[in-house]
């Protein structure tokens, strides 16, 4: 159930109203990772959640962000509105805002492509959920802070530092969420990987770049189990890859790699 109070969450106060920052807020309004997308992604992951702990979480955050939606809103409003009147050019430099718009807001991100359902990651895997939610909360908070390094209005940066702590304190409470389930981070789902295939890193890329990169090796491919398996496609490691799959020793498998060394 959903009640709405006429008081928005954070106050906000434009000073001199900039139609072009405006257009850039909108990247938080109806963009890929603006409120909109949050609210959805995290309260249509709770319908579909069966631990009830975790279901309160996705419902607070998914309604905050809802709280979050019309702050940005009113934000970006602010800052369109003078396009609504003759105004310079307004009109031929944003005809969706000035003409189609009225200097309001709607459902668009800051280049005019519309909202979609198309950005919500949605998988019914509570722990996968929090994954992407995590992900999500990292990527409002480094659009937020890129919007502030765009913004000299003191009013307009107050809303949006808010608006930005929020996230951060949101992937907290997701990451924490994610971790009080005590799996482990590697398991996910119940069908196990193949053992050793699961531990071996492919040397896909090799040699000295433009920028003077180079093979690195850290915790990622080196040390623990990992066993680095050197330019596998070089050495024709198809072999490996299929012996590491605990077939293809003799049969079918084998022959089928001899003949794709030869075609
Ligand atoms: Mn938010
Ligand atoms: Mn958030």
Not at 120 to 131: C, H, M, W
Not at 210 to 233: M, T
């Amino acid at each position: 159930m959903y009640h709405h109070i006429k008081k928005l969450m954070y106050t906000v106060n434009v000073g001199t109203p900039d139609p072009r920052f405006g257009n850039m807020l909108l990247e938080q309004f109806g963009g890929a990772n603006g409120e909109l997308a949050a609210a959805m992604q995290y309260s249509v992951q709770g319908l579909n959640c069966e631990d009830p702990d975790r279901k309160d979480l996705l419902m607070d955050i998914g309604t905050e962000e809802l709280s979050h939606l019309e702050v940005v809103g009113t934000l970006a409003r602010m800052h369109l509105r003078p396009l609504k009147h003759r105004n310079g050019n307004a009109a031929a430099d944003d005809p969706l805002i000035a003409i189609a718009g009225g200097g309001g807001v709607s459902l668009f991100n800051s280049m005019g492509d519309a909202w979609t359902a198309d950005y919500l990651k949605i998988t019914g895997e509570l722990d996968v959920d929090l994954r992407s939610n995590i992900a999500a909360e990292a990527r409002a908070k480094i659009v937020y802070e890129r919007l502030l390094n765009h913004c000299d209005d003191p009013g307009s940066k107050d809303a949006l530092q808010f608006l930005m702590t929020r996230e951060i304190t949101h992937m907290k409470a997701f990451t924490l969420a994610l971790e009080s389930l005590g799996k482990n981070p590697f398991s996910i789902g119940k069908i196990p990987p193949t053992p050793g295939l699961v531990n071996q890193y492919f040397d896909d890329s090799t040699g000295v770049g433009d920028q003077g990169e180079q093979n690195a090796r850290g915790p990622w491919n080196q040390g623990g189990d990992w066993e680095i398996v050197e330019s596998p496609a070089l050495a024709q490691g198809v072999e490996n890859f299929e012996s590491s799959h605990g077939k293809g020793a003799e049969g079918e498998s084998r022959a089928t790699t001899r003949n794709r060394k030869t075609a």
